[in-house]
């Protein structure tokens, strides 16, 4: 090739070369998600709906499921307000009675938890699953991201319970395409480290072992609202 030549085909290169930078990056941003930073996220309000788990039985208010999740999530940057909508005892027939006045003023995304006194006391899944049920479409209708958390039933039931309570969660989160954690006390329960001396609710250590497994599914739902709340500006 002789100098002539050269510079003919040298602007023809360039602009090949900046053409194929543009299209990876477009593909980029097409293949790649949108995402927010816990910086650049918005301020978000989540409810954290249930029973004596998230209550904080047996705990300080301090040590509570939602105080410790709020603070861990602050820590790593996020401006987030856990409320605590849980009542020691409930069943999801009880929350569903307190549901509608514990979703005001509505909030940005919801922590979902009951069923646990449902199984202890052995009430047929389908009258957990059918409260559970009216709570997310009522979520639904509100258009409020949910992260559902799933509970396991106890074996003194026999596996025909257990197998039909467990599957409540799973199938109302397909139902309603929301997220699910598949079970709240995972690496908790029926743990003595992490154990108060009924064996059912978990200690201050407990509780902060449940937010760590816990935390990466609720930043995954703040990131979600962040992104909508961003997108909506």
Known sequence: ?????????????????AL?????????????????????????????FGDSLTAGYGVKASESFPAQLQMALQAKGYKVTVVNAGVSGDTTADGLRRFDWAMQPKPDGVILELGANDALRGIDPKEPSANLDKMLASL????????????KAPNNWGDDYVKAFDAIYTGLAAKYDVSLYPFFLDGVALDPGFSQPDGLHPTASGIGEVVKRILPDVEALVQRISQRKTAAK
């Open 1 to 17: 090739m002789n100098v002539r030549h050269r510079l003919r085909t040298a602007p023809a290169l360039v602009v090949t070369f």
């Open 140 to 151: 639904k209708s509100l258009d409020v991201p949910v992260l559902l958390t799933g509970m």
């Open 20 to 48: 194929s930078i543009l299209v990876a990056v477009g593909v980029a941003a097409i293949v790649a998600p949108f995402s927010v930073s816990a910086d650049e996220a918005q301020p978000v309000t989540l409810v954290a």
